[in-house]
């Protein structure tokens, strides 16, 4: 039979129980368990722009939903360039594809 599977939202978990054993013989008097986890890959980034319209707005468009985190300054860093992200409120479509938010410029008085 053929089972499918839906890669995007698609998770396992397995463990691993382990004992330590000596040169002699002698086992641990005590196990450890390892979990593994493997979770299905987050949203990727569509595109992203910055654009003028009455301020200074970031679009981001991601492939999948995200879970519309409310604060995403930590999130966001300029690697060359003056936008402020410290004080972004972000606006998400109902979908949760596409972020919305205003930034400005650190130079700005």
């Not at 986890?37 to 987050?42: A, D, E, F, H, I």
């Not at 003028?52 to 939903?65: A, I, S």
């Not at 930590?74 to 360039?81: A, I």
Request: glycine share 6%; hydrophobic share 40%; aromatic share 8%.
């Amino acid at each position: 039979f053929t089972t499918l599977v839906d890669v995007t939202t698609a998770q396992c978990e397995t463990s691993m129980r382990y004992q330590v054993i000596d040169s002699t013989g002698l086992r641990s008097g005590s196990e450890t368990v390892i979990r593994f986890l493997v979770k299905p890959r987050g949203p990727a980034i569509e595109s992203a722009s910055v654009f003028q319209d009455g301020g200074r707005w970031l679009q981001v468009v991601f492939d999948m939903p995200t879970n519309t985190p409310s604060e995403i300054a930590s999130l966001l860093s300029v690697v060359d360039g003056t936008l402020d992200f410290s004080q972004i409120v972000p606006s998400w479509s109902s979908d949760g594809r596409v972020l919305l938010a205003q930034v400005h410029d650190i130079n700005a008085v």
